[in-house]
């Protein structure tokens, strides 16, 4: 059975550093996930396209002051990577191209800046002029 996430807590002193096709965002602030019963920290991530290997996006994320860090002074920058389609690669089955928005991931989503919600909204109504 798929595991079902949800946004857990925000992490105090954390953000996310999005990069979005070249712009970069305003830090935003990350959560918790949750899942499985367990707890996860955020990682920060490079996106690339699997159809034409651009590096469209990253979200680096930071722990501010180790001191005071839920991690206890352990801040590792863990780094992994996502594959979603650019906006010039649309995957068939997919509402729109280019779109971060992640449906089974809501840590992910609440860490996007506002200003990358609007621009979901515009992939979506470019997707059906
Ligand atoms: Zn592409």
């Not at 946004?7 to 996310?16: F, R, S, T, Y």
């Not at 990577?81 to 995957?91: A, G, P, S, T, V």
Request: hydrophobic share 40%.
């Amino acid at each position: 059975m798929a595991v079902k996430w949800t946004k857990g807590p925000v992490i105090q002193d954390a953000a996310a550093f999005w990069e979005i096709e070249g712009q970069v965002f305003d830090p935003v602030p990350v959560y918790y996930n949750q899942g499985d019963g367990k707890t996860f920290r955020p990682l920060s991530y490079q996106v690339m396209c699997p159809h034409c290997g651009a590096l469209w996006a990253r979200r680096t994320v930071t722990y501010g002051d180790p001191i005071k860090s839920p991690f206890k002074g352990y801040l590792p920058q863990i780094w992994s990577m996502r594959l979603i389609h650019c906006k010039d690669c649309k995957q068939d089955a997919a509402l729109y191209a280019g779109g971060l928005w992640q449906s089974y991931d809501p840590g992910w989503n609440a860490s996007l800046p506002y200003a990358a919600l609007i621009r979901e909204v515009f992939l979506i109504t470019a997707e059906k002029n």
